[in-house]
């Protein structure tokens, strides 16, 4: 069981930055970053290997979020820029257990996710 809470949402300007924090119990899964905005089905935004060394991203934010992880392992970010009224969205945290984590596909242990407003 791992127990991951995610915080840093809030209501920035087009344009701006923010940096969503997860914090995770455990250190031994890899962990990514979805988002769901309403009326929307939940969507992968990115992705970090166990050990940070490897990362992955959905086209629609590469180039302008970064995934990274704390020097202990156990907290991982995801460091938005250049935010568009289009990324509003509930963000969520989860570890991958399974294989095509990278694809986004096989995760579990999601947190209660944090709301993201960007406005134009």
């Known amino acids: 069981q791992v127990h991951v809470v995610e915080s840093g949402g809030g209501l920035v ?52 979020f970064t995934i990274s992880k704390n020097n202990d392992m ?15 969205a509930v963000y969520y945290c989860a570890a991958g257990t399974g294989n095509f984590w990278w694809r986004g596909q096989n995760y579990d242990y999601w947190g209660q996710g944090t709301q993201v407003t960007i406005s134009s």
């Open 74 to 88: 156990n907290t991982v970010y995801l460091d938005m820029n250049s935010l568009k009224p289009e990324d509003t």
């Open 13 to 64: 300007q087009a344009g701006n930055s923010l940096r969503l924090s997860c914090a995770a119990s455990a250190r031994t899964y890899p962990m990514g970053w979805f988002r769901q905005a309403p009326g929307k089905e939940r969507e992968f935004v990115a992705a970090i290997s166990r050990s940070a060394d490897r990362t992955y991203y959905a086209d629609s934010v590469k180039g302008r």
